[in-house]
């Protein structure tokens, strides 16, 4: 139980094209929903959470103009890339969390993406 | 400041012996914590949790973790590595002014290699 899908595992696309990234708890309800972005060799950086029916909060640092968080169904969540340049290029991962307090966070298989 | 350390960068260990990853924290109030690995391009996996109780904690995989108050530890611990142990660990803390989110604090993960 508790499996979060992502999708797409991997894209490449040209620089200045935006990017949507897909975060899906298959089998169970998420309220909140999270965006991570993972550089290599190093830790997890949140970058927001993900509210559903509600706007995204951001961490500090982190554009909301560049980095469209939209959160329309207590099933999905997704993360669009506008404008994608060379430096937006990483490993970004999404966890959703199942109803209850102290419940862990469960991770999608992350997507990663090279802009060119 | 809420936080997490885990002190060790990488971890050796032969196969067969027994292997410590540590992790400590700094947080206010009750802490609840976890731990996950990470397998190459993978996103995380859940392996326990501590909330409240018995402090020594079994999860997944024959891993094990003991919460210790008074040095603030919840180091990971198997009696017995594999080399399919190999990989990247992290230890996290619920935020605890995270709401209802279940927002977590990620240490900077610790490399776990086990030598055949």
């Known amino acids: 139980g508790a499996v979060v899908s992502q999708h797409p595992s991997w894209v490449i696309c040209k620089s200045g094209t935006s990017v949507k990234i897909e975060c899906r708890s298959l089998?169970?309800?998420?309220?909140?929903m999270f965006w991570y972005r993972q550089f290599p060799k190093q830790s997890l950086m949140l970058m927001a959470t993900?509210?559903?029916?509600?706007?995204?909060?951001?961490e500090q640092g982190v554009e909301k103009d560049k980095f469209l968080i939209n959160h329309a169904s207590l099933t999905l969540s997704t993360l669009t890339v506008t404008s994608a340049h060379p430096e937006d290029s990483s490993f970004y991962i999404c966890?959703?969390?199942?109803?209850?307090?102290?419940?862990?966070?469960?991770f999608g298989d992350g997507t990663r993406l090279s802009i060119l | 400041a809420q936080s997490v350390a885990q002190p060790e960068d990488q971890v050796n260990v032969a196969e067969g012996n027994p292997l410590t990853v540590k992790c400590t924290y700094s947080v206010s109030g009750n802490p609840y914590l976890f731990w996950y690995v990470q397998y190459p391009n993978r996103g995380l996996q859940f392996l326990l949790k501590?909330?409240?109780?018995?402090?020594l904690v079994k999860g997944s995989y024959g891993f094990e973790a003991e919460f210790n108050k008074s040095q603030t530890s919840f180091h990971l611990k198997k009696p017995s590595a594999l080399v399919s142990d190999s990989a990247l660990y992290f230890c996290a803390v619920r935020d605890p002014y995270g709401g209802a989110t279940n927002k977590l604090i990620f240490g900077t993960g610790t490399l776990l290699a086990v030598q055949p």
């Open positions: 993900s509210n559903e029916g509600s706007k995204a909060t951001y």
């Open positions: 501590y909330i409240t109780g018995d402090n």
């Open positions: 966890s959703a969390t199942p109803r209850g307090t102290n419940q862990p966070q469960h």
């Open positions: 089998d169970f309800q998420a309220t909140t």
